[in-house]
């Protein structure tokens, strides 16, 4: 069975920086996809809708920003560890929320997702608390 877990939410204060990771396991094989797999970060603020933060393709190659998180977030991935990462720099309090890591099986190295829609798997999630 697919699990996504993450880790790495804690409260810090504005400005600080934290990595988060996400450990996917069971990731289903099939012929044309092998266990390719691109993968993403999404968000849940309080009282708000889940938003796109990070998206990143099979090969690591290609990424794909929110344009509120471009240029402080970075999204990578260690395919020989089944784990993605979110590298998070200069948070602001408005990055408070869940923060969930997602996977679909891909054909294509390179190809990136934003869409909520696109993806199959899910994590439970890890908060993020952003202090001014």
């Known amino acids: 069975q697919v699990q996504l877990v993450e880790s790495g939410g804690r409260l810090v204060q504005a400005g600080d920086s934290l990595r988060l990771s996400c450990a996917a396991s069971g990731l289903p094989f099939t012929v044309l996809t092998e266990r390719r797999h691109a993968m993403g970060w999404f968000r849940r603020a309080p009282g708000k809708e889940r938003e796109f933060v990070a998206a990143i393709s099979w090969s690591g190659a290609n990424t794909a920003y929110a344009d509120s998180v471009k240029g402080r977030f970075t999204a990578s991935r260690d395919n020989a560890k089944n784990t993605m990462y979110l590298q998070m720099n200069s948070l602001k309090p408005e990055d408070t929320a869940v923060y969930y890591c997602?996977?679909?099986?891909?054909?294509?190295?390179?190809?990136?997702?934003?869409?909520?829609?696109?993806?199959?798997?899910w994590g439970q999630g890890t908060q993020v608390t952003v202090s001014s």
């Open positions: 997602a996977a679909r099986p891909e054909y294509s190295m390179d190809v990136v997702y934003l869409g909520e829609h696109d993806y199959e798997f």
